[in-house]
């Protein structure tokens, strides 16, 4: 690597070892110890937010909220990351409960989680609804607003890593505006996804 010309770009994530166990205070002074051993990127991952969906700052965490936390990674010389598992939302979340027509539903016609199979914590939502213009809207309020450069987007949508069940992938609903059937809702999820990344770079280049 010291023979290279031109450097790749060193990124530091969270997750390991800290997994959801994070706050300011950690995070400062990591974000210190990768800015000196030559990081480029800092990547706050899950364990920042209250739930699923909502994605609200865990206001007990970061008393102050993300953007002094992203600031200060700035002035570090680092682009501040952040992990959003961008089609999930908690059961319990206020966008589940006011909108449960914007997510997935099996082939039983039940809502449910293609992150991983049998999971009782969250649900699935479908980027044929309402919920493009939900989720796009909070990547907005975080880059735009508060100044986020790089952001982690787990995408379990389509399917996921964790799922090894076909017939346990995509969407069935045959009610939602973004596809007519199953198999369209495959396409329809990942063209919506591109689309998505347009319109955030157009926003923020």
């Avoid at 090894?164 to 996804?193: I, M, V, W």
């Amino acid at each position: 690597l010291s023979e290279l010309e031109e450097k790749p770009t060193f990124v530091y994530n969270t997750w390991r070892p800290f997994t959801k166990n994070i706050n300011e205070k950690l995070i400062m002074e990591l974000a210190k110890v990768a800015a000196d051993a030559g990081m480029k990127e800092f990547v706050i991952d899950d364990g920042w937010n209250e739930n699923y969906g909502d994605w609200n700052v865990d206001l007990t965490k970061f008393p102050n909220g993300l953007k002094p936390v992203f600031d200060y990674i700035k002035s570090l010389g680092m682009k501040p990351g952040l992990w959003i598992s961008i089609g999930s939302a908690s059961q319990s979340s206020k966008v589940f409960q006011d909108h449960p027509d914007w997510f997935v539903l099996d082939k039983n016609g039940q809502p449910t989680s293609l992150h991983t199979e049998n999971d009782k914590e969250r649900y699935t939502a479908c980027f044929g609804t309402g919920w493009y213009d939900y989720i796009k809207n909070i990547l907005l309020k975080r880059s735009v607003g508060y100044g986020l450069e790089y952001m982690k987007l787990d995408f379990a949508v389509v399917t996921s890593a964790y799922t090894f069940d076909h017939t346990h992938s995509g969407c069935y609903a045959t009610n939602h505006p973004g596809h007519k059937d199953h198999n369209e809702s495959l396409f329809t999820n990942y063209q919506r996804l591109w689309q998505l990344f347009d319109e955030l770079h157009e926003a923020k280049p």
